[in-house]
T-cell receptor, first 109, second 121 residues
Framework: RKEVEQDPGPFNVPEGATVAFNCTYS??????FFWYRQDCRKEPKLLMS???SGNEDGRFTAQLNRASQYISLLIRDSKLSDSATYLC??????????FGAGTRLFVKA | DAGVIQSPRHEVTEMGQEVTLRCKPI?????LFWYRQTMMRGLELLIY????????DSGMPEDRFSAKMPNASFSTLKIQPSEPRDSAVYFC???????????????????FGPGTRLTVL
């Protein structure tokens, strides 16, 4: 079993739709959690951190469920510019950071 | 303010040749990470440094790979000899973790460089 697992997608959604991604992690001692975004042929960039029960940033909401060991990312009112790969990232302690394989999102007009 | 700088951006070489990738982290950041990304394996952490000291190199695939950080503003990842299966995008990232007073240090945001696209023929 991979340490961090994501549905690879792709998710194809129309503009304005709400889409949700899930991510599961295997190490119950994991300390901190992040969502990164990666555009095609670009480097990953931090989208948002998920440190406690979850947080919201505009149209984006991230949630953490420690009991079930999963993280979710909800995108409301999808824009064309949201098309990218979304990477779930888990820190298992110290500097040990594990990236999921990513979920691809295509938002269409 | 300059971000993480990597060079070269593209490298095409022949099997057996030595390849050196370079990274300049963001000034003031004391942690540096080398990653490799392929379609098949995704983003893999190869090695990370804290205060110029290698902390964990368990992700380095084999002895052909080596990494150094001679000072706070420069790191290299070397592959010798290179093989076609080394073809990938290599990213360098830096961060400035906050100490929590606990046994471990929490990872802070990692800032990635633009990557080096390596092709080994």
């Amino acid at each position: 079993r991979k340490e961090v697992e994501q549905d690879p997608g792709p998710f194809n959604v129309p503009e304005g739709a709400t889409v949700a991604f899930n991510c599961t992690y295997s190490n119950s001692a994991s300390q901190s959690f992040f969502w990164y975004r990666q555009d095609c042929r670009k480097e990953p960039k931090l989208l948002m951190s998920v440190y406690s029960s979850g947080n919201e940033d505009g149209r984006f909401t991230a949630q953490l469920n420690r009991a079930s060991q999963y993280i979710s990312l909800l995108i409301r009112d999808s824009k064309l510019s949201d098309s990218a790969t979304y990477l779930c990232v888990v820190n298992t302690g110290g500097f040990k950071t594990i990236f999921g394989a990513g979920t691809r999102l295509f938002v269409k007009a | 303010d300059a971000g993480v700088i990597q060079s070269p951006r593209h490298e095409v070489t022949e099997m057996g040749q030595e390849v050196t990738l370079r990274c300049k982290p963001i000034s003031g950041h004391n942690s540096l990470f080398w990653y490799r990304q392929t379609m098949m394996r995704g983003l893999e952490l190869l090695i990370y440094f804290n205060n110029n000291v290698p902390i964990d190199d368990s992700g380095m695939p084999e002895d052909r790979f080596s990494a150094k950080m001679p000072n706070a503003s420069f790191s290299t990842l070397k592959i010798q000899p290179s093989e076609p299966r080394d073809s990938a995008v290599y990213f360098c990232a830096s961060s400035s973790p906050t100490t929590s007073g606990r046994e471990f240090i929490e990872a802070d945001t990692q800032y990635f460089g633009p990557g080096t696209r390596l092709t080994v023929l």
